[in-house]
Nanobody, 124 residues
């Protein structure tokens, strides 16, 4: 059974950093496109970053230069390093995998496996 589990969320002051982790079980992450999404209160879920079978990640404009997505194939995990955090980054962050599309797309509908989410709160 394919499963994703996020961790690493928490409360951080503006300008601070957090590193999220997403651990996969039941499948090999390197075989699929995997993305980070987030959902702020009262807002729609949005794509944050995506990575396929290279180490090149794609980012939504609002996080470029501040967030870095990476992965450790040996550990079957992906990460999201978040620096220079802003209050508007406050959201529940999810990792997700698509088994039906062999490319990076930050579109919610193509992702069929999701983690439970981890809360990130940026506040002073």
């Amino acid at each position: 059974q394919m499963q994703l589990v996020e961790s690493g969320g928490g409360l951080v002051q503006p300008g601070g950093s957090l590193k999220l982790s997403c651990a996969a079980s039941g499948f090999t992450l390197a075989d699929y496109a995997i993305s980070w999404f987030r959902q702020a209160p009262g807002k729609e879920r949005e794509g944050v970053s995506c990575m396929r079978n290279s180490d090149i990640a794609h980012y939504t404009r609002s996080v470029k230069g501040r967030f870095t997505m990476s992965r450790d194939n040996a550990k079957n995990q992906v990460y999201l390093q978040m620096d220079s955090l802003k209050p508007e980054d406050t959201a529940v962050y999810y990792c997700a995998v698509t088994t039906g599309l062999d490319m990076c797309v930050l579109a919610i509908d193509v992702y069929d496996y999701w983690g439970q989410g981890t809360q990130v709160t940026v506040s002073s």
